[in-house]
């Protein structure tokens, strides 16, 4: 249906929003309100085209340790 598309592509725009690294996919669905499972649909398309990447921020925060 058009109304999820839209829907759809907001997830994205929001996630693309707050993808900076620093914030788990989980804080981000908390943090927009939206349930983790569309969240991290989201997620698998973006990756899937290149637009965010995978962050291992456990291994920077042991880095700087």
Known sequence: APGEVVERK???????AYADGEE???GIAERLGFPFAQVADAADHLLSHGLIEVVDSDWQGAESK
């Open 10 to 16: 907001l997830r994205y725009i929001d996630l693309l």
């Open 24 to 26: 788990s996919l989980l």
